[in-house]
């Protein structure tokens, strides 16, 4: 199987489309956006994508190994297996919506039905437990008119990747994950990653639901992990010396823990992380399971901002009206995401003090955004740190500003010695 159509060419479909085409095989992308498609024709990434080193993996591709198109049908009937990666957004209950998911698949059913090959369809976008087994199994036989395993098979095999890190991600993951319906769709998928993973990454077998269930279970896991680290920074600031990078650095060598996204410092955010946990706490409720657990760590982390935004307000010093500076408003580094961001849940919550707020970020702008972080330097009165870019390190504060640093990324004797007002997420107040 060396021809694949990918549903879908946005953060994540994109970069994979890209690798996928790097390692051989053919990819047809598909999409409906039309300036994103001639994008990729024209071997250029699309505005609405960042992602590291993939432009220059696009440069190296062989004409004919990538092409975008508008047209599902003819994408789906020239290809052996077509990969979902469109979005999921959360409904209002925290369920993953499938507005977009099951009209691909109707047009994916309609081009089963004239082919006398075997197709394999692949969900990666991120699905409830019930989704493949349920709406879209039964979206795909509507049209197709023939019934799963019947010259079709259907698998799940969602990405655990760390957008910024997306090339390298697909190529080296820490293992596959394949949900399928039966044993010839789970080995031809196997197979088709077997070729495309520079390493050997183990994969993981199971069910459709099973898979399901693994893919929100995992991120939350991951969740779980920065919460107590959240936890632990908080009471670290309350214990003279404490430092919550001794303790967590100590803690994650022992191999049943590790050290990954085990550091103190402000909310998770981005479009996987809340969205995961939420949605496990909605899977659990409608089958009438309770999970404590996961209910604490959405609302720890939904109470994170407002946790900064109190710290930062406790050091007015008296003065009536004063400049935040915020510095980073992308969730992470290495990527322009935006969504349920660090320093834009600081922004919102320092809003209703009614003080003045500007920001900067390398890659993402709002209203209140500066120019540079060094303008933001200058013009605050209280800077607080909220994603650890590189070019932070550099930035020169003023005599008499208090820098909060929730990453610790700074050098404090550097800014101490600018006689501001150094404060560490995670250090008590004589470390």
Not at 241 to 248: E, L, P, R
Not at 316 to 328: A, D, H, I, Q
Not at 396 to 420: E, M, P, S, Y
Request: proline share 5%.
């Amino acid at each position: 199987m060396q021809d694949i159509s990918i549903i879908g060419i946005g953060r994540l479909g994109l970069p994979l489309a890209v690798v996928f085409a790097s390692r051989g095989f053919r990819v047809i992308g598909v999409d409906v956006d039309e300036a994103a498609i001639n994008a990729v024709n024209a071997r250029r990434v699309p505005a609405r994508v960042y992602e590291p080193g993939l432009q220059e993996l696009m440069d190296s591709l062989e004409d004919e190994n990538l092409i975008a198109t508008d047209d599902l049908q003819g994408a789906v009937e020239n290809t052996d297996v077509s990969i979902i990666l469109v979005p999921t957004p959360s409904d209002t209950t925290g369920a993953f919506a499938l507005d977009y998911v099951l009209p691909v698949c109707r047009g994916i059913g309609q081009a089963i039905r004239s082919k006398s090959k075997y197709h394999l369809v692949v969900v990666s976008s991120t699905v409830m437990p019930g989704s493949c087994d349920g709406p879209i199994r039964e979206a795909l036989e509507a049209t197709g008119g023939k019934r799963l395993d019947d010259g079709w098979g259907l698998c799940y095999c969602p990405e655990f990747i760390a957008l910024g890190n997306a090339v390298n991600g697909f190529l080296n993951p820490d293992f596959v994950l394949i949900g399928s319906s039966g044993t010839r769709a789970a080995l031809d998928l196997a197979t088709v990653y077997h070729l495309l993973c520079l390493n050997d990454a183990p994969t993981a077998h199971m069910s459709l639901v099973n898979a399901e269930i693994t893919k929100i279970a995992l991120n939350c896991s991951i969740t779980v992990k920065i919460t107590l680290a959240n936890t632990l920074a908080e009471l670290c600031e309350a214990i003279p010396g404490a430092n919550v990078d001794d303790v967590t650095r100590a803690i994650g060598l022992d191999h049943r823990i590790g050290p990954a996204y085990f550091r103190g410092g402000p909310k998770f955010g981005g479009p996987c992380f809340p969205r995961d946990t939420r949605a496990l706490s909605t899977a659990a409720r409608d089958v009438g399971v309770k999970v404590p657990l996961i209910e604490e760590v959405n609302r720890i982390n939904a109470n994170q901002s407002a946790r900064l935004a109190r710290l930062a307000i406790s050091h007015l010093g008296g003065r009536s009206k004063v400049t935040f500076g915020v510095l980073g408003l992308a969730y992470k580094v290495d990527t322009n995401i935006e969504e349920e961001s660090p320093g834009l849940g600081l922004i919102e919550a320092l809003a209703p003090y009614g003080h003045n707020i500007v920001a900067y970020d390398p890659l993402v702008a709002v209203g209140n955004s500066l120019r540079t972080a060094q303008e933001v330097a200058d013009y605050s009165d209280i800077a607080i740190v909220t994603m650890n870019w590189p070019e932070f390190g550099e930035v020169q504060f003023h005599d008499g500003q208090v820098v909060i640093d929730c990453w610790r990324c700074l050098n404090w004797g550097k800014v101490t010695a600018a006689r501001a007002k150094y404060i560490a997420i995670g250090w008590g107040s004589e470390s």
